[in-house]
């Protein structure tokens, strides 16, 4: 049976039931006695098993089924829901989410291994302790003398089998003296692939690599070699002090109890699994089928199903249009045609719409998680997940919200101590917000935090030799904020793992820039800060002023434009080389587009009195002068190609109406 065909929505559905997930589990850490919570969060694994299992993805079938069992008795009462346990369980949904995103690439698994984590919640079962289930797995070559296979091992030995291969166990033993145990096992792991492939170590390579382990490690090997060459082979490493063999001549299948489940579980609901290497066309098959989707309201396929029944209309009623129609008639027939466009394109915007939850959901999470690492008590406020933007959007704003909040909790926020010092409470609150203003959305990331000290900023720039000393003196608090977003810049006195690398603030505004958004800032000394991001409610189609350029047209996106005036030539002034010009009692700087765009046969210069578009980007403001204006007109946004992307100051291209093509204006890159 293909199973091609069904990829789509088991990765669709699976990352759904994942951020359930995500969600139950954090509800679990606060409320450890909801029964509520456990059965949705047994639920979820319940159908992830049955998913993947009707998939043949066996490391989640396995790992998912030892959940359940987990799960099960904490619901019986039999296990109480520990911290640990809840790390335990959110290490699961983190290997689950790395498969389903493999998945999605590839059409397997990964190479990563989930056999650690079953032994925990196999250790979690039969009530050992903490300490005693993480440290389960590096003994566990030594408890049992040989590894045990699990039934993606036994696959590949299956083949290997197949095809004439030997497979050996091979348990290593170092001498008890040996000073540099990692360096021998490398030793020894070098020796064996000139003979063949190291399917499987225990503990893992990872951890012989760092020394986290005694004496003795296992392996297990495929080689066309015999036994004897092998054996010669590894005895001869110096500080090798045994080396046992076992060969495998079968797959294996064990059988035990439940309550002696361990990494190697095989399947007891009744379902048989395969998991098999892939031929390059199933891949490639796999991967042309998972694209993006949106998942849309019926009610909105239904208003487009009508308006798309009256388009039909309209087309037969143009087309039985004879010499006898009117213009009147024509004319009637025409605007019932622009009506219904506009509604269809309307109904089609809205299908294109997903709730910014599902952006914001995988935040509580990452809010938990480096808490606990920076030793900080915060609170997570999350408010509009309802706001809809378009679904490019929605892909693009994650991760410069992830640097935000990052930055909120390790710069904003200060230490338990500092906080009870300055007579804030305990917790420190995040919050996030998303509302729609106009034709905008708008997110904020705010902190209750120690906020911007503009001091350091400016002494920290200085020592960066971004700005000079004078020019630190003379900076405002506003033009001070900005040098965060500067490449390079950090306050962070040491790198760690959440912050100090340089790299963050000004990756967020590249890329909110590139979605044709603004990132502004509010601070406030002692109290806290705030990130506000403005995005356009969609990057598809958009409302744009026409204008003309010598004998080009282009397209300035309506949302940027602050007004349209006109100056004589000879108010315009020059200072510092940038021309400016009195506008509302306030400077605004001139830019002459026909000298950026290097356009020729403008005419603009040689005017006494010039029309100026005046856009802004934040609180900036900026006059471009062009030749004249067109009007208003809603275009549909096409890229460059990749041979054009790097274009400076355009954004795009538009086709209009007669077939020519219109360069979109990126004013952002302009002021």
Do not use: W
Request: charge should be negative.
């Amino acid at each position: 049976m293909d199973m091609n065909q069904y990829l789509e929505i088991f990765i669709e559905e699976s990352q759904e039931h994942l951020q359930s997930l995500n969600q139950s589990l954090l509800g679990l850490e606060t409320n450890p006695k909801d029964m509520q919570i456990l059965n949705e969060i047994f639920r979820v694994a319940h159908t992830i098993k049955g998913m993947a299992g009707t998939m043949g993805y066996t490391k989640m079938t396995n790992l998912t089924h030892q959940m359940e069992n987990v799960l099960d008795d904490i619901r019986n009462g039999k296990i109480d829901v520990s911290t640990f346990i809840v790390d335990v369980l959110f290490e699961c949904l983190d290997f689950l989410e790395n498969a389903v995103n493999h998945i999605a690439s590839n059409g397997t698994e990964g190479n990563a291994s989930a056999d650690d984590i079953i032994v925990k919640l196999n250790n979690i079962l039969v009530g050992k302790n903490a300490e005693a289930a993480v440290t389960a797995v590096a003994s566990e070559a030594v408890d049992q003398g040989f590894m045990k296979f699990n039934q993606y091992d036994n696959s590949i030995v299956a083949k290997a089998l197949e095809q004439g291969f030997n497979v050996f166990k091979v348990q290593v033993l170092l001498d008890s003296g040996c000073m540099l145990k990692a360096a021998r096992a490398f030793i020894v792991f070098q020796t064996v692939e000139r003979y063949g492939e190291i399917i499987k170590a225990i503990p893992k390579v990872e951890d012989i690599e760092d020394e986290k382990f005694e004496n003795e490690f296992s392996i297990a090997i495929i080689t066309s070699e015999n036994e004897a060459v092998l054996r010669k082979e590894l005895e001869s490493i110096s500080e090798v002090n045994k080396v046992i063999f076992e060969k495998i001549n079968e797959v294996e299948v064990e059988l035990m109890d439940s309550a002696q489940v361990n990494a190697s579980e095989i399947l007891t609901d009744g379902s048989t699994q395969n998991e098999e290497k892939e031929s390059g066309e199933d891949l490639h098959s796999k991967k042309s089928k998972t694209g993006k989707t949106v998942r849309v309201d019926i009610d909105r396929l239904d208003n487009l199903m009508n308006l798309v029944s009256e388009l039909i209309i309209i087309k037969t009623r143009l087309e039985g249009a004879g010499a006898d129609t009117t213009d009147e008639d024509m004319g009637e027939a025409v605007e019932y045609l622009e009506r219904i466009t506009t509604s269809l394109h309307d109904a089609v915007m809205k299908v294109r719409m997903v709730p910014i939850e599902r952006v914001f959901n995988r935040f509580p999470r990452m809010v938990r998680d480096l808490s606990k690492e920076l030793g900080k008590d915060i609170t997570l406020s999350l408010s509009g997940e309802e706001t809809e933007l378009d679904r490019t959007v929605i892909d693009e704003i994650g991760d410069p919200l992830i640097h935000l909040i990052r930055n909120s909790i390790d710069h904003g926020i200060e230490d338990k101590e500092e906080r009870t010092k300055k007579g804030k409470p305990v917790t420190g609150n995040l919050y996030l917000r998303a509302y729609q203003d106009g034709n905008s959305v708008v997110i904020e990331v705010e902190d209750d935090g120690n906020g911007i000290d503009i001091g350091r900023v400016r002494k920290k720039a200085i020592e960066k030799g971004i700005i000079s000393q004078s020019e630190a003196d003379t900076m405002d608090e506003k033009a001070s904020v900005e040098l965060l977003f500067k490449p390079g810049f950090s306050t962070a006195e040491k790198i760690s793992d959440i912050s100090g690398r340089g790299v963050g603030l000004d990756v967020v505004k590249t890329k909110i820039e590139s979605l044709n958004g603004v990132v502004e800032v509010e601070t406030y000394s002692g109290k806290g800060s705030k990130f506000i991001i403005r995005l356009p409610l969609t990057l598809a189609i958009i409302q744009a002023l026409m204008v003309t350029i010598g004998s080009e047209k282009y397209a300035i996106p309506l949302n940027v434009i602050r007004d349209i005036t006109t100056i004589n030539a000879d108010s315009i002034r020059n200072i510092h080389g940038q021309e400016v010009v009195l506008n509302r009692e306030s400077v605004l700087p001139i830019i002459r587009l026909n000298k950026v765009l290097d356009v020729d046969g403008s005419t603009a210069d040689a005017e006494e009195e010039m029309t100026i578009v005046v856009v802004k980007k934040g609180e900036k403001h900026a006059g471009f002068i062009v030749d004249s204006l067109i009007g208003q007109q809603e275009i549909v946004i096409k890229t460059l190609g990749k041979y054009l992307s790097g274009i400076r100051f355009i954004a795009g291209a538009t086709i209009l109406g007669d077939g020519q093509v219109a360069l979109i204006i990126d004013t952002n890159s302009l002021i």
